[in-house]
């Protein structure tokens, strides 16, 4: 219960950060042109609103919503989430939305998705301003990856050392949440994947569709192949009881040798599934010591467990500092990396596994660290800031993109969409985002509930 309430206090604090500031854009620019802004609320207050405070000679509504669905900026003459058509039936004013110029209504627009774009690149600087960022030199990596049987199917074999891609020479695997999936991006970025296979070079050649046929396998494409070195047991466990030391390297359990830490888990389901009472553990010290542990199977068909755990990384980080001037062009080029990765895999929601993969509260919750972690609350902040802005500027009515889209038309053709238009437009791109928070509170149902 206590993981529930540190992820749903991450996402509230994240989701209240973003939308406020999507928000500020608009009215930000909004302001600048002189457009009166009626409210400005975080959540919607549908029939009433927890909080609300209007300044003396102000003309704006500040106040909290109790329908946590994001937020709104209620921008005079404007046909919005409010569908205020009353309004609309009124001659127009100077100071309404409506009156302004369409270059000056574009930027009023686009404003909330700049300013999530601008906050995403400001938390990804002073992230590496703070802390920098760690990786792993892949030319160390000795041991190389293990990968999952899609990875297999176009040519991967556990072990294989990634070197090249496209003919130039690989270098960092990050370890962040965010950028850790910089390695499987560039393979689907690339045509060809050279790896090293004992000893050769074997040249492993990429389809466009990689990343939909991973996600229709449902596992992680590719992870470090860790030594067999324990660090970590369970008092009282199976190994802790045989005599396992941290420290200890496993060379063989029950006569299998083993090479890598995910061997272990096929090992230990042989040794329940066949029943033995005992067997033997290898174990690398300062000589090679054979102990013997002790089975007592409890019957209920549960896998085996040895209670003994490595390292997620066995290999030395680089940690790279930034200054705070260094900060800015490296967090811009962390956001672009990231926002040119989302886009891309954007593409795959329309088919029917990534339909799947829409979330909503839960989904995004299950995001963040299972304890308090402010590395990893920025990270996946700005994370959801670059998400939030491109969802927004897709060219759906009732969205900022269908707005700009429609505002566009308007200064190529010098014709201004009728309010009924609009009207009309509005309602279907509400039903279109209401469908699709009904799909992803459906997945969310079935992943977390049932």
């Known amino acids: ?16 950060l973003l939308v406020l500031i999507h928000e500020f854009g608009h009215f930000l620019f909004a302001r600048i042109f002189k457009v009166r802004v009626e409210k400005f609320y975080l959540f919607f207050d549908w029939k009433f609103s927890l909080f609300k405070w209007k300044p003396k000679n102000s003309d704006t509504e500040y106040g909290i919503g109790w329908v946590p669905l994001g937020g709104y900026c209620k921008i005079a003459g404007m046909i919005d989430e409010s569908m205020d058509t009353e309004q609309m039936k009124q001659p127009a004013q100077e100071w309404e939305y409506r009156s302004k110029p369409a270059w000056q209504r574009l930027l009023i627009i686009v404003g909330g998705v700049m300013f999530n774009l601008i906050l995403a690149i400001l938390i990804y600087s002073m992230v590496l301003f703070t802390w920098g960022d760690y990786y792993v030199d892949l030319h ?27 003919g130039e020479e690989a270098h960092k695997l990050y370890l962040d949440k965010v950028r850790g999936t910089n390695i499987f991006r560039s393979i689907c970025d690339a045509d060809e994947v050279t790896v090293q296979r004992e000893g050769k070079e074997v040249a492993i050649a990429i389809p466009d569709t990689l990343g939909l046929l991973n996600m229709n396998s449902g596992g992680i ?63 690398m010290r300062d000589s090679i010591v054979t102990l013997t542990a002790t089975v007592n199977h409890t019957g209920n068909g549960e896998p085996l467990q040895l209670g003994i755990f490595s390292k997620s990384n066995n290999y030395p980080l680089i940690h790279n500092e930034y200054g705070f001037f260094e900060s800015f062009p490296a ?103 209401l469908g699709l928070f009904i799909l992803a509170m459906y997945n969310d149902l079935m992943k977390f509930v049932f």
Not at 254 to 271: C, F, L
Not at 376 to 387: C, G, H, P, Q
């Open 1 to 16: 219960m206590e993981i529930f309430f540190v992820r749903a206090l991450q996402l509230i604090m994240a989701l209240s």
């Open 221 to 283: 494409f590719m992870s470090i192949r860790s030594l067999p070195v324990v660090d970590s047991l369970v008092i009282g466990g199976i190994a802790h009881n045989a005599g396992v030391l941290a420290g200890d390297s496993i060379i063989s359990i029950d006569g299998t040798a083993i090479a890598s830490w995910s061997k272990i888990k096929g090992v230990a389901e042989r040794i329940s599934s066949e029943r033995k009472e005992s067997f033997t553990i290898e174990v």
């Open 140 to 166: 160390t990596m000795d041991k190389g990856f293990e990968f999952n049987e899609t990875a297999k199917s176009i040519g991967f074999k556990d072990g294989d050392k990634i070197i090249k891609f496209d």
């Open 331 to 433: 967090g811009v080029g962390f956001g672009l990396n990231v926002l040119r990765g989302y886009v891309s895999d954007f593409q795959y929601v329309f088919s029917a596994e990534g339909a799947q993969s829409v979330g909503m509260f839960a989904s995004i919750g299950s995001l963040f660290p299972a304890e308090w972690n402010w590395h990893e609350f920025w990270l996946m902040t700005a994370f959801l800031s670059i998400i939030l802005a491109f969802m927004n500027i897709l060219p759906i009515p009732a969205l900022d993109g269908g707005h700009a889209l429609f505002l566009i038309v308007e200064m190529i053709t010098g014709k201004q969409p009728s309010d009924k238009f609009m009207e009309r437009a509005q309602m279907v791109g509400m039903l279109i985002i």
